[in-house]
């Protein structure tokens, strides 16, 4: 980090799934116990700091999204103490803590929503939520779709003989919340300033894109195009899904701003460099930047990267133009190429070309996310429908099959599956093909994709944290990107083809042993990418 610089502009951030990182106490999931156990594995990573998925008091239906108590921890992860516990260890080790708040829902097994399910309609307790009656003809007040499928509402009929809807941009386990109702904002408010003053060091905020809804009771023209347009796994133009999503009615309202203004006071009166990324999947890109505006929040996740293609020219303009469009609102740029959320990078473009991205990235000004078993490689693991759980593959009736292929468990150590996660049965199957891949066979081997992340952080913390900006130097043509930065001249050959260039530097790092600098000749063989030292 350059002098000034807060601690969180280049910062490496790594993102645990507790449910999937280690169990330690063999019911098979992952808990807060198993994290604080096994955090050294993310300082001997290099990283500065962990954001943690949910691990709040819920019923699961999806993941933990579904939060109904979010000053609490669930059971199966542990308690507060644990928790407690947990963070005094991530910063005995250097490492901040950033916890997940989940803002536009909350569980339906939140006391809240229990209360406006018995309470009547119009009553206080039902305008925390988005309850309304039917149409005339009782179908749903409007007819804008679930993001996982079917339709946003569902019906509750009372004994009083009232039927109406509540609205849910998810599961109907995950009812939206009314942010126009102030008992909503002073909750959210407390639930900050819990988890900081247990010493979280910042959020990751859920959906940050949702919380204000508009035209509620308006039909969308097109809500199949609609859901469509929101599920990055469904392939479209970008031009088509820029054009049904301009004017979606619950995503990226200006009424989310206001929100995030006052967010910001509270963090600031903390006095020590809080800060939060929100997740906002907005069109068209810039308008990302609204969320990080000098009085809203410290970064707004860049998804791109995670659907974009591998392919050097494509890479250029998107890299370019975030960098761009965050420079003029002085916010650092964020990079990631895997969460929870979407097939796993190594599953999108294959091991070796993977690897060559991520070195390439790992070289960017701006804070890197790296998803947990990404520095391994991991791949997403093929999984019966028996066992899946994302709720997407329920109501879509298995035509989409949901995330829970990014989301198996870590392998760590042993000869057969589990591989040291838990002493029971993980919640889903660790391939058996996977032994190669664990924490302990890479660190025996110099050439692993987890040696060649720990690597690359130990320079970029050393040379490339406060470098500045990048110069580019090839913007795609013949299936090459490169910059220089700072002293080094990154590359990234996207093509299938060997590449000779000549370089008056040395090899600091290649993303595969095929890389090699000779007699001035960079040698970049198809998908590989290389760090040179040029000064
Ligand atoms: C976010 C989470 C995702 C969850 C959804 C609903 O996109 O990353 O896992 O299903 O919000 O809370
Ligand atoms: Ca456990």
Known sequence: MSAGEPWWAESVIYQIYPRSFFDSNGDGEGDLPGITSHLEHVQSLGADAIWLSPFYTSPNKDGGYDVADPRGVDPRFGNLEDA????????????????????????????????AISAKPGSVERSRFHFYDPKADGTPPNNWISLFGGPAWTQVKSSDGSAQYYLHLFDSSQPDLNWDNQDVADDF??????????????????????????????????????????????????????????????????????????????????????????????????????????????QVFNFDLLVAPFDAAFLYKCINDTLEMLRRVNAPATWALSNHDTPRVASRHGAKASRALALFVMALPGSCYIYNGQELGLPDAEIADADRQDPAFFRTKGVHKGRDGARVPMPWNGGQTPFGFSSGKPWLPIPENWRELSVSAQEADATSTLNLYRKALKIRKENLVGAGEIEWVDHGESGLISFARGEFAIYLNTSSTVLQIPSVGTLALGSDIDVTLENGSLTLPGATAAWVAIR
């Open 84 to 115: 407690r516990a947990m963070i005094a260890r991530a910063h005995q080790l250097g490492l901040r803590v950033l916890v997940d708040i989940v803002p536009n829902h909350f569980s339906d097994q939140h006391r809240w929503f229990k209360d």
């Open 189 to 298: 408010e407390k639930t900050l300033r819990f988890w900081l003053d247990l010493g979280a060091d910042g959020f990751r905020i859920d959906v940050a894109h949702g919380l204000a809804k508009e035209n509620i009771l308006v039909d969308h023209h097109d809500p199949q195009g609609l859901s469509d347009a929101l599920r990055l796994d469904v392939e479209m133009s970008s031009e088509k899904r820029g054009e049904l999503l301009s004017s979606v009615p619950f995503f990226d309202r200006d009424g989310v701003h206001p929100i995030y203004r006052n967010w910001r006071k509270l963090f600031d009166s903390y006095n020590r460099d809080v800060m939060a990324v929100a997740e906002a999947w907005v069109h068209p890109p810039v308008r990302a930047t609204r969320y990080v505006r000098n009085d809203e929040l410290q």
